[in-house]
């Protein structure tokens, strides 16, 4: 069983600044790309930032410049630095992690999500 644990989301003025982590834990052989997803009310779900194992990272348009993403490998952790937020980021934040686990001689491979973490950008 492989869990994903968000923390860091807060409610914050325009302008300021936000880290968010997710933690990997459980049954992992191997930990692929990681992602941050957003879903603001009333909207769809919407990858932000996404990291692969290699470190190779993309971003969606409205946060290059202000957001970034990196891994923690040993630790099993991704994290979201965000600067200069804006009202419109707020959302309820996803953790999403493409991990394999290995059981009973087989490898299996599928996307875990986290619960969720609000963050919310007053002006």
């Known amino acids: 069983q492989v869990q994903l644990v968000e923390s860091g989301g807060d409610l914050v003025q325009a302008g300021g600044s936000l880290r968010l982590s997710c933690a990997a834990s459980g049954s992992i052989f191997r930990i692929n790309t990681m992602g941050w997803y957003r879903q603001a009310p009333g909207k769809q779900r919407e990858l932000v930032a996404a990291?692969?194992?290699?470190?190779?990272?993309k971003y969606t348009d409205s946060v290059k410049g202000r957001f970034t993403i990196s891994r923690d490998n040993a630790k099993n952790t991704v994290y979201l630095q965000m600067n200069s937020l804006k009202p419109e980021d707020t959302a309820v934040y996803y953790c999403?992690?493409?991990?394999?686990?290995?059981?009973?001689?087989?490898?299996?491979?599928?996307?875990?999500w986290g619960q969720g973490t609000q963050v919310t950008v007053s002006s």
């Open positions: 990291i692969t194992d290699g470190g190779s990272t």
């Open positions: 999403n992690g493409d991990i394999s686990t290995y059981d009973s001689g087989l490898y299996y491979s599928r996307d875990y």
